[in-house]
């Protein structure tokens, strides 16, 4: 397999990368510096986890040039990656805002939600249109509930989590704007961008949900 010939696609790929890198790295300090993870954490860790898959689906599919075949099974299981990450990213929030229990009723349903989400972008070729509408969706309300908990004091690391949540609608919004372009050193589009600015919102949100416990 060769290497795309695109330089945006090249620096796409290694930050995709990145971006995976420090997922991956997200669920192992999740689940290594606590003493005992609780089912917040790994509902948080399962999240990452898919983030950190989807990166790599991402990098692969980006960097090389691949047969039509191979980059459609990928691209269906990347799409499929994202929409449960972003699902269980729900189920985070509501178990911080409601508790253990809403969040456990609330898991089937968000489970069944992202696999829509990825149906409905096999049927229509719009992955990142349907995706960025739920990952948007998921932003808002996830802004609204750690600022709220940030405000009365209501959960350590609430505010690291708010500030990564508005870095990520920031990656959202450039990962939207198409004819995005950057030249610093390599040369990055809007996909490029937005791992870039997704990666810094995993961080905070990571040390957020770390001082959560």
């Known amino acids: 397999m060769e290497l795309n010939d695109s330089p945006a696609e090249r620096t ?3 930050t995709d990368v990145l971006l995976g890198l ?7 300090w999740l689940q290594w510096f606590q003493p005992a993870p609780s089912w917040r954490i790994q509902i948080w860790s399962w999240s990452f986890g898919l983030i950190a898959l989807s990166a790599a689906l991402g990098a692969i599919s980006h960097g090389l040039v691949l047969p039509q075949t191979l980059f459609r099974l990928l691209w269906t299981a990347l799409t499929l990656a994202l929409g449960l990450a972003v699902s269980l990213f729900v189920v985070g929030v509501v178990h ?7 969040a456990r009723r609330f898991l089937p349903v968000m489970l069944l939600v992202g696999v829509g989400i990825f ?5 229509w070729a719009g992955l990142f249109i349907v995706f960025i509408v739920f990952e948007g969706a998921a932003l808002a309300a ?3 509930a750690y600022t709220k908990l940030a405000a009365a004091g209501a959960l ?4 690291l989590m708010a500030a990564g949540v508005l870095v990520s609608m920031a990656a959202a ?3 939207a ?14 996909n490029g961008i937005f791992h870039l600015l997704q990666t810094a919102g995993l961080m905070l949100l990571c040390q957020g949900i770390s001082e959560g416990g």
């Open 12 to 14: 796409t790929a290694a």
């Open 22 to 28: 420090t997922a991956a790295g997200g669920v192992i």
């Open 96 to 102: 911080d805002l409601y508790g253990m229990q809403a």
């Open 119 to 123: 149906l409905i972008s096999r049927k």
């Open 142 to 144: 996830a802004l609204a």
């Open 156 to 159: 350590d690391g609430a505010g």
């Open 173 to 175: 919004a450039a990962q």
């Open 177 to 190: 704007a198409r004819r995005l372009h950057l030249t610093f050193i390599w040369e990055f589009d809007h």
